[in-house]
Each structure stands twice: as structure tokens, then as C-alpha cells.
């Protein structure tokens, strides 16, 4: 049989009795402090632009070399978002000559950040043109 005095006894219910009040406490402080944290993330458009894969700087001019009348052309146009915001590229042409067309087959696409838009333009040349040089302006609009 094993004989635990009083004391001893006394020494450890008093031990418990203190750890299990200095938990309450501690429970009881914590839940009224807090840390309020935040954090803004910024997105940004950053775009460059490949015509027939050689980098195309703003107000270059982009050559289609001699063409034929009723004939048609095209030049692959990539775009890389090297952004974070997802944008729309829309590509709006004006002086075209008469009976001329230039399109884009991924006009109107989006683009998220880091990735790329591969796409053509189409020049299709008049039947009706005569010889002389020709042109006009292509404005590529990001919203």
C-alpha cells in the first residue's frame, strides 16, 4: 500500500490548482488583444509589343515592303503583359487607303500579367490601287 502524507498531497493540488489559474489568466488576457494587419497589392500594365518577332517601339514605323493590288499580307503581332493587371488590346486603324484593309485576329482580346497575346495582321491591298506609296496609322488602345 502506498501512503502519500497530507502534505504532499496538499503541494500538488496546490501546484494545479496554480497552473490552472495562471491559464485562465493567460486565456483571459489574450482574448482581448489583437493585431489589425494589412496589405495593398498594386497592379500595373506593362506591355511590349513584337511585330514579326523584333520588338516594335511606339511610333516605329512597321514596313510591308512592295505589295501587289488585290493581293493580301501578314506580319504575326505578339503582345506580353509583363504587367500584373489582366488589360484588353484593342488595335484601331485610320487612313487606310481606300478599299484597303488592315485587321487584327486577336483585336478586342485580354491579356492577363506575364502572359502573351500571339496574333496576325491581315493587309489586304485593293484591287483598284495604283502605284505610289501609301500611309496610314495603327493605334493600339489598352484598356
Not at 502519500?4 to 489568466?25: E, G, W
Not at 516605329?60 to 493581293?71: Q, Y
Not at 485587321?103 to 506575364?114: D, E, F, P, Q, S
Amino acid at each position: 500500500m502506498i501512503l502519500i502524507k497530507k502534505k504532499t498531497v496538499s503541494f500538488i493540488i496546490t501546484v494545479l490548482i496554480s497552473i490552472a489559474v495562471c491559464s485562465l489568466v493567460f486565456s483571459a488576457v489574450s482574448l482581448y488583444y489583437t493585431m489589425p494587419m494589412n496589405a495593398t497589392v498594386e497592379e500595373n500594365v506593362s506591355l511590349a509589343f513584337y511585330v514579326e518577332n523584333v520588338t516594335w517601339l511606339n511610333n516605329t514605323d512597321v514596313a510591308w515592303g512592295t505589295v501587289t493590288p488585290g493581293s493580301s499580307y501578314q506580319k504575326t503581332f505578339d503582345v506580353h503583359n509583363t504587367g500584373t493587371a489582366t488589360t484588353q488590346i484593342i488595335m484601331y486603324m485610320s487612313g487606310l487607303p481606300s478599299g484597303w484593309d488592315l485587321t487584327y485576329n486577336r483585336n478586342g482580346t485580354t491579356v492577363a500579367g506575364g502572359n502573351w497575346l500571339n496574333g496576325t495582321m491581315t493587309l489586304s491591298v485593293s484591287p483598284t490601287s495604283s502605284s505610289a506609296s501609301y500611309y496610314w496609322t495603327c493605334t493600339i488602345y489598352v484598356s
